[in-house]
């Protein structure tokens, strides 16, 4: 699959997808296009968009909201897409969510490490399901497309060895692409508030992630449940070469 000259994909329906494809490695290899796809909610996409998303190569979506977030498709999913329900998120663990929802804090990367760190089954089990999804590319979404979908973004990628500036770059361009989103549901940009509020305790969202980034991820996961094989299969799935 030939891969264009931005990764964003304008897929109907959606507003900040991405592929995880051209992304150099620490060992001088680059990221296979078609193979990993984040996303934002992708039951918004129209019948075109099902078809974009197909003519992708995606054979699988792994979708991590809750039960609660989730609503009817705009249009019928094609019988060719294996649907994988992972909530990302344990809410009845009220003693972690008391401090996190109840703020700007759980829209911005401060979260990603005491999530990690509180619930390491939970991210082990994406990553794991990525992993052995069938054969073709993986999308993996959240609601925005930003931070649920960011977290896993970047377990995958570190797990592959993508340099940590290029990590911390995918995350950034969320950015680029959730002011249309949030146009579209008639609501203000979080973007502004939330770099504020990150501001105000003297970081930023890409200090969080080279922060996190510091941390042996791989160690979180295996002990989170990942098994060697299927950290074998992640990088068979989306390394070239």
Same mark, same amino acid.
């Given at each position: 699959?030939?891969? *264009?000259?931005?990764?964003?994909?304008?897929?109907?329906?959606?507003?900040?997808?991405?592929?995880l494809g051209g992304l150099p490695t620490v060992d001088g290899r680059f990221t296979r296009w078609g193979a990993v796809v984040r996303g934002d909610s992708l039951d918004c996409l129209s019948a075109r968009g099902w078809d974009q998303l197909e003519a992708h190569g995606v054979r699988a979506v792994i979708d991590l909201r809750n039960e609660d977030e989730r609503g009817e498709n705009v249009a019928p999913r094609p019988p060719s897409i294996e649907t994988i329900r992972i909530p990302l998120d344990e809410t009845a663990d009220r003693e972690f969510w008391d401090d996190w929802e109840n703020g700007p804090q759980f829209g911005t990367p401060l979260y990603y490490g005491p999530h990690l760190h509180r619930f *390491?089954?939970?991210?082990?089990?994406?990553?794991?399901?990525?992993? @052995?999804?069938? *054969?073709?590319?993986?999308?993996?979404?959240?609601?925005?497309?930003?931070?649920?979908?960011?977290?896993?973004?970047?377990?995958?990628?570190a797990l592959v060895g993508v340099a940590e500036?290029?990590?911390?770059?995918?995350?950034?361009?969320?950015?680029e692409r959730l002011p249309a989103l949030y146009e579209s549901r008639g609501e203000e940009d979080q973007t502004p508030l939330l770099q504020a509020f990150l501001r105000e305790r003297g970081t930023c969202g890409a200090?969080?992630?080279?922060?996190?980034?510091?941390?042996?991820?791989?160690?979180?996961?295996?002990?989170?449940?990942?098994?060697? @094989?299927?950290?074998?299969?992640?990088?068979?799935?989306?390394?070239?070469?």
């Open positions: 699959m030939e891969r *264009p000259p931005t990764r964003h994909l304008d897929w109907d329906g959606c507003f900040n997808v991405r592929d *390491p089954a939970k991210s082990a089990e994406v990553v794991a399901a990525i992993a @052995q999804a069938p *054969p073709g590319g993986v999308a993996f979404h959240c609601a925005g497309g930003r931070d649920r979908s960011g977290q896993i973004a970047i377990l995958v990628l500036e290029q990590i911390v770059a995918d995350y950034l361009l969320s950015h200090a969080e992630i080279h922060r996190l980034l510091e941390v042996d991820l791989k160690a979180v996961l295996v002990q989170g449940g990942l098994r060697s @094989q299927e950290v074998a299969a992640l990088r068979a799935r989306l390394m070239n070469g």
